[in-house]
Each structure stands twice: as structure tokens, then as C-alpha cells.
């Protein structure tokens, strides 16, 4: 016998990745898209601080990156309001998932408890680790923490995971409510609060959580709004001796020195945030404003995207998405039923979302004629 052997695990799991991504699919139609909307990315861009930075890193780039990351740590504790013991950084929140999964699943005798139609970049986590995964329904498009503590009280689950906002659908938790999640964690469950969209929501709008809370990590990105999702930043809070256990399995010389820069940068630039965080309301308000031109309903959304229900079943909101993407449009849609009566738009610039608005009726008149 020839090459590797694998596992029976590995062997047993179909080898794709949870997102085709955009450059695949302009490779496979031989051109680029027109308005690249589909991954919740900032097509603001980063600061043009940070990108100054990182452009004077990049010289330093013959050198591995800080393998302790101790000038982003540090400031992250600080503009967190935390100790640097409370904080893991990584490759993206998607390369901090997996390590914590690694951490806590070794086989089928490990339960995890998710959303059904949440982030899948999670479950292909658990599923490469061989864990067992249980899934509860959204309720009225929101994930469900009633559902998503009792199942975990009844498998006896490792981890829940929770993104608040949530991403497919836009939809978010009082602070209170994520409070009394956090109080409710079933005694041996670890709650993973996904903060990816987390800066979109006003700061008071946050839960308060004990940043050394042994029942919950929540993990926040440069991805979003900070509009750094090529260069892989994310960061978890939580309890010293659970940040302490990430090195033993994280890539240690997985943060490059241009990406510790660009970060260090970007929380430097809080006026840029800012501003960003003011452009992205305002498209999600002209996404809004284009679906209801259109006759369909958009979400109402704390996140940089908006989910927008073409008002029939799957099968018809993917008509619609194929209507926009064979237009030249970037978009993706929720993966699981009911959710997927709707497609899923990202904040773009005005032209962008132009190029949608004149996109859209055709694409809606094509899914329904069938054409
Ligand atoms: C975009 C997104 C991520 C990915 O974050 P990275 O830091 O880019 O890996 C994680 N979780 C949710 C819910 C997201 O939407």
C-alpha cells in the first residue's frame, strides 16, 4: 500500500470547505464579479492607517511574527478593558474555533451543541475533530439560547456555540438575555459567544460578562468591521487557564508580523471605526430600501448585512441568488429551512449597492418566470 493512511475519521469526510468562496466562482465563469457582497467583508477597507502600517511591516517580513503577539495582546487587553491573560489571538476567529474545538473533542463521545443553519465554519470544525453534533432550530430567526441550553443540558455538551449577532440572519439578543445565558450553562458546558459582528451593536448593547467567567469565551475579529478579513486576525476573552490551554495546540508562528501590525493599527483608529460602523448603517438602511422597491422584506439587522426574505421557499431564493450572481453580483444565502427564503446581502459602497438595485428586478422577474 501507497500514501499517507489515514484516519478512519478523515477518511470518512467529504474533502470540502464550508464556503465556495467568490474567486472560485469567477474562475469558473471567467470574469470577476461586479459587486463582491456575499461574505460580510468591509468593502470600506481598512484604515489607511493600517495600511500603513502593515506596508512598513511587510519590510520586517523576513522575521517570524512575536509568537506571543505581546504588543496586540496588550493593547487588546487595554481597549477591552481586560488583563492580557484573558486573551488568545489567532488566525481569524474561524483558526481559534478550530483550536478550541481540538481542545475538547477527541470522538463521537464528545457532544456540541450549535444552531441548525448557523456559522458552518464551526460544524466543519467538530466534524473534522469526530464530535458529535446536536443542532436546535432557529425560533422567529433568532437562534434560540432556551433550546440551545437544553439541549446542551441533555447531551451533556462540551461547547455551545452562539453568535450574537447572529450571522446568516442579522438577528440579535438584549444584552440581558446573553447575560442569563451565560448564568444558565450547564454545569461541565463551555458557551462559545461568537462576536464577530459584535462592534456593529452600540457598546451598551454588549453584554457585561466576567472577562475570567470559566463558562463562556467570546470571540471578536478584525474581519468585520475593521475591514481586515485577508489579514486573519481574530481574538478570544476568557478565563486565564483556558487562554493558557490554546498553546498547547495553536500555530504558534500562525500571526504574521504585517497582520500583529495592522491590528495594533487598527484599534490605534478609532475614528475610522467609527466612521465605518456610520457608512455600514446607512447601506444596510439602502438594502432596506431596495427590497421593499422590490415588494420583499428585509430583516431587521444589527450586523453589516442584511438578510432579505424573498417571501417563498428555498428553492425560489436561490433562483433569485443565482438571478443576481449570473448578473455579476456576489451574494450568499442561509443554508437550512425555513432561513433560506432569504438571501443574504453585505453592506457595500453606493455603487455597489446601485449595481444591486438595477440587478434585482430582473433577477426577481427571472426567478419567477422560472427563466
Ligand atoms: C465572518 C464570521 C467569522 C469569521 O471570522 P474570522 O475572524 O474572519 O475567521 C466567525 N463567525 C461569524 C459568525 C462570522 O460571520
Known sequence: MTGPRYTPLVDSLPATVPFVGPETQERAMGQGFRA????????????????????????????????????LRQALAAHEGVAPENIIIGEGIDGLLGYLVRMVTAGPADHIVTSDGAYP??????????GTMHKVAYRDDHEDPAALLAKAGEVAAKLIYFAN????????????????????????SLLVLDEAYGQFLPPEDLPRIDPSDPRVIRFRTFSKAYGMA?????????????????????????????????????????AYLADTIGKVRDAVARIGQIAAENGLTALPSAAN????????DGAFAKAVLDGLVARGIFVRMPFVAPQNRCIRISAGEKADLEVLAQALPDALAAARTGV
Open 36 to 71: 463582491r457582497l456575499g461574505a460580510n467583508e468591509s468593502v470600506f477597507g481598512p484604515s489607511p492607517k493600517v495600511v500603513a502600517a502593515m506596508a512598513e511591516a511587510a519590510r520586517g517580513s523576513w522575521m517570524y511574527g512575536d509568537p506571543e503577539n505581546h504588543d
Open 121 to 130: 465554519t464551526f460544524n466543519y470544525h467538530v466534524a473534522g475533530f469526530g
Open 165 to 188: 449577532p447572529d450571522n446568516p440572519m442579522g438577528s440579535w439578543h438584549p444584552r440581558a438575555v446573553v447575560e442569563e445565558m451565560v448564568a444558565q450553562v450547564p454545569a461541565g
Open 230 to 270: 485577508g489579514a486573519r486576525v481574530g481574538y478570544g476573552i476568557a478565563a486565564p487557564e483556558l487562554i493558557t490551554a490554546f498553546n498547547k495546540v495553536r500555530n504558534h508562528f500562525g500571526m504574521s508580523r504585517v497582520s500583529q501590525a495592522g491590528a495594533c493599527a487598527a484599534l490605534d483608529d478609532g
Open 305 to 312: 448585512f442584511v438578510a432579505i426574505d424573498c417571501g417563498r
